[in-house]
């Protein structure tokens, strides 16, 4: 097992194929095993870097605050200390938060961005309609992370999940293995819910990023997800906005080879 330290913290990662840097980052609560059904395809055409971050799973847990900021800052770090920049990234969920975040305060460090669904709720103004859809959802987030700071991590985690990230079922439709991760990694996502900034995104300064980005939603996501990834979609100058047909929240685990496609024709197109 690789890691390097990196401000003050020791990251987990691995590197698989050759081709033009493409760093993989993963959402709130996972790892990095979670990119595990797209991580051999995309090793076909390019560098892939994955890594788990800061207070997940393999890397050093409880250093620093772990705000959104500290992920940003870490990913910068480690694609200079690795020489992965400028590289393309993909990010789920928390993972594409912190990729679009990079890509407003760092846009030399990244060639395009992938981003799946980011959770930036903040960003949908209060007069929009969908923004009882943020309330309600950050509603969920508040009651999964007071049961986790009170000691019931794993009821949190699969109120979370249910209710707020993957839908009714969800939970016990996850592997054991899955399951046991996510439970561990809940003191790092409750840290990350604990930044007041977590939600939000300048969208002024992500419009002046010149970089290509794909923002993508899956038609089966719960309610609240598409109107913020359409949302950031239109800040972006030469942004593409793309549904995932019968895909939800984790395409690259739902649905691995479409995902895998997406991510190529559109890196080659850029």
Known sequence: MARVRVRGAELFHEVAGEGEPLVLVHGGLTDHYTWQAVLPALAESFRVLVYDRRGHSASTRGAGRGTRRDHEDDLAALLQTLGFAPAHAVGNSFGASTALGLAVRRPDLLRTVVAHEPPLLGVIPRDDPAHILMRAAQDGIDAAVALILAGEAGEGVRRFMEEVALGPGSWAALPDRVRATLVANSRAFAAEQSDP?????????????????????????????????????????????????????????????????????????A
């Open 197 to 269: 900034g977590w939600a939000n995104l300048d969208l002024a300064r992500l419009s002046a990023y010149s970089g290509r980005a794909l923002l993508t939603y899956g038609t089966e996501s719960l309610p609240w997800l598409p109107p913020v990834t359409a949302e950031l979609s239109r800040a972006v100058r030469r942004s593409e906005l793309r549904s995932l047909e019968g895909a939800g929240h984790v395409p690259h685990v739902s649905h691995p080879e479409p995902f895998v496609a997406m991510v190529r024709r559109f890196i080659e197109a």
